[in-house]
Each structure stands twice: as C-alpha cells, then as structure tokens.
C-alpha cells in the first residue's frame, strides 16, 4: 500500500486529505463523541507539520445530495481546530467559489475543511460517471491525495475511490492502522482466538461469521442477534429480537462449528424486559425460560461471568456489536462486563483486542474506558467488517503499489 512518504516532499503542495469526520450530533447540533475527528488529527497533523498545504474532505450523516444545513460540518471544524491546536479555515463548498478561494489562500502548514462532500450527488453516485465531474472538480483543489477515511473505504465514492485516478495518491496513518490491526486478526493470530458478536441483526454480521468461523477458536454471541441462535437451538424466545428468515443459516453455523472444533458460547441467561424501555419491568430467567410476553435486552449475570471466563485466556479478541440494549441502564451489564475482560486482558496479557462498530465503541466510551485501554478502537465499524469478511474494499485496492 502507498503511504504518505511516497508522495515525496509535500512543502507548499496542496494535498487533499480524505478523513472520516462523521461524528453525531445532538439536536442542538453538538458533536456527542468527538472519536473520528480526534483519530483524524494524527495525518492532518503530519502533512501540516511537512509544510503541506492541507485541504480536509470528509461527508457528514446523509443529505441528499444537496446543500442541507442540518448536516454542515462547520461545527466539525471547530473541534478539528480545537485538537489540531491551529486555525482551521472552513469553506462553505464543497468545489464551489468558497473552496477556491480558500485554497488559494492557504499558506504552507495551513489547513482547510470543505463543507460536506454529500452536498454534492456526484459523490454517491453508482456510476463512474455521475461521480466523474465532481472527483474531477476536487483533484483540481489539489497536487496530490492522502485517503484517511477508513470509515469510508468500503464505499466506490468520488472522494475516495475516483479521486484516486486523478491525483498521486497514498493512504494516510489512520488507515494504514486499521489496515495493520486488521490483518493480524486474519493472518496468523495469537491463540486463543476469540470473538465476540453481538448488535442488533444477525443478518448485518452473516459474512463476519462466515469467515471468522474458519479462524477463530471460540465465538461468544449476546446482543438482539442470539435470539435467531438460541432459536435455532430449539428455544422459545418469546417477543426477543428474531430474524426467521436466518434460521437455517445459523443452524449451518452450528454445525460448522461442531464440525471444525469451534466453541460457540451463547448465554445462560438473560434479562428480559416487558417492552423496549429502561423503565420496563425486567428480571433474569434462564436462556430456556423466556417468556412469551417478554423480550431479552440483554445477556444475564450469569452469562457475563461466563463470556469473562472464556475471554480471560484469550490472547485475540475481536469485538462488534453491544451485548444488549446498552444505552438503557438496566440492559448495559452484559456490555459492560465484556468490555471490562477486554480491558484486562489487554492490561495483564498484551493481549490483541479490537473493538469495531460504532455502537460498541460508543458503549466503551460511556463506560468510561479510554481508547488506549484497547489494543485498538476501530473507527469504520462496516469498512471492518467487509474487511474481515474478506471481501475487496474498492478504497483500500487503488491504494496499492
Ligand atoms: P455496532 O454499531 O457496534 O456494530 P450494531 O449497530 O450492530 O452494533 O448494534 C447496536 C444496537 O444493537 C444497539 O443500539 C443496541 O441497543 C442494539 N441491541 C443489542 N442487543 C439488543 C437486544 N437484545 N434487543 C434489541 N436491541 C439490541
Ligand atoms: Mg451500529
């Protein structure tokens, strides 16, 4: 993969940076977790300190493909000044007047952001085609191109797909990280081997399992997605989350397991709520006790000390997904209790543990975890997953040699 030193020496060339900035906010427009712009400092920072030009790129939520002023990154570039400890200009474009202007007025180790790139269609659109003029109109910003985003670079986008035909390109320190942490959890990792899958849909994570069934030693399932196993299994789960339509895959993965050795752990027990409320009755039954008129929001305590234990040996631990609706106090235990062993294995054993998806990155932020306490916090929870399921990312491949 090329990396930013291939680009040669940047002093006063202009260089596009594609990061991924797309943070939430809440409804008076304040950023919640701040993650991706403080994952995206390192790069920007090191092309401004090389005395480049820096034009920063990014998208934010999902407009539709025009200017909408719920989505402008304007308060993006606020923090980006904030932790980059420097001035950072704003352009109110994307390609328009404002970005040229602003261009050209930047000095070697200044740095601007663009407005959000979705306000623009070409930046989504399916064909090369739609997204020509617009890769085209952003390469003219620019001597050369660092694509950063990783949470992006599973998407066959202007900004970071075609863009990469119209500029040197190079991939900045962010995704080569990822791009590192990622492969030594497909190539040849420390054993034991652990995974933990939880989330809303078993659906979203089928890939995932598919090809880590092949290579780690044990799976743990919690989240909405065990009850499609549990199920599978012949258990009644009452009005839990349940994908019918996934039932005789998930058998095949049962099966799969037995056959090449891999241990599923799945719950012993589990809280069940009512309705989906924090302030819904709930209690702890047995994983073959659900009610019918109850719904499981979480792993129990029973079950969190046994995913502790088979993840206290482990020396790779791969992470995705909340092991319940933790954003509901009485149904973040689960959660808690796996980011907790990951934690210590990461403290006492140096153990690889790697948390992808933003839910779950989310959820170890409010527990009040910092990121070094991991091996590493992924910042594209998709671009993980596609990675790990072992598909072609189409940003990732025009970045090689
Ligand atoms: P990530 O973003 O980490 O990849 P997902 O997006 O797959 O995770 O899933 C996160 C969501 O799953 C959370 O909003 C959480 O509330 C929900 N969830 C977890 N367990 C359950 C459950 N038992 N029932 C309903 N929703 C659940
Ligand atoms: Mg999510």
Request: proline residues 4%; contains cysteine; charged residues 25%.
């Amino acid at each position: 993969m090329k990396t930013i030193a291939d680009l040669g020496d940047l002093r006063g060339r202009r260089v596009l940076v594609r990061s991924d900035l797309n943070v939430p906010l809440d409804d008076a427009g304040a950023i919640t977790d701040d993650g991706r712009v403080r994952a995206s400092v390192p790069t920007i920072k090191d092309l401004a300190d090389q005395g480049a030009r820096v034009i920063v790129c990014a998208h934010l939520g999902r407009p539709k493909g025009e200017p909408d002023p719920q989505f402008s990154l304007r308060p993006v570039a606020t923090r980006l000044e904030e932790l980059l400890g420097q001035p950072v200009a704003f352009a109110t474009d994307t390609v328009g007047e404002s970005a040229r202007q602003a261009v050209g007025a930047l000095e070697d180790g200044q740095v601007v952001l663009l407005e959000n790139l979705r306000f623009n269609a070409g930046e989504t659109a399916k064909t090369a085609d739609g997204r020509r003029e617009f890769a085209e109109q952003l390469a003219a910003l620019a001597d050369a191109f660092v694509s950063d985003g990783f949470g992006v670079v599973h998407r066959e986008q202007a900004s970071v797909f075609d863009i990469t035909q119209l500029l040197p390109s190079a991939a900045g320190g962010l995704v080569e990280t990822e791009v590192g942490v990622l492969r030594r959890l497909t190539e040849d990792p420390q054993r034991p081997y652990a995974v933990v899958l939880g989330g809303a849909k078993v659906s979203d994570k089928l890939g995932v399992i598919d090809n880590l069934l092949a290579k780690a030693d044990r799976l743990l399932i919690g989240g909405g997605m065990v009850f499609t196993f549990l199920k599978a299994q012949g258990l009644e789960v009452g009005q839990s989350l349940l994908e019918e339509d996934q039932l005789d895959v998930v058998r095949g993965y049962l099966q799969t397991a037995e056959d090449t050795g891999v241990e599923i752990v799945l719950p012993t027990d589990i809280v069940v709520a009512t309705e989906f409320s924090a302030d819904a009755d709930h209690e702890v039954v047995a994983a073959d006790q659900i009610p019918a008129d109850r719904m499981g929001l979480d792993i129990g305590p029973d079950s969190s000390r046994v995913f502790a234990d088979k993840l206290a040996d482990a020396r790779t631990v791969f992470w995705n997904g909340p092991m319940g609706a933790f954003e509901m106090a009485p149904y973040a235990d689960g959660t808690r209790a796996v980011a907790r062993a990951l934690v210590d294995i990461t403290a006492e054993h140096d153990a690889l543990t790697v948390v992808g998806g933003g839910d779950s990155a989310a959820a170890v932020r409010q527990f009040g975890h910092r990121d070094d306490e991991f091996g590493h916090i992924s910042t594209g929870g998709g671009a993980s997953l596609e990675f790990l399921e072992g598909k072609t990312l189409p940003g990732l491949d025009v970045l090689e040699d």
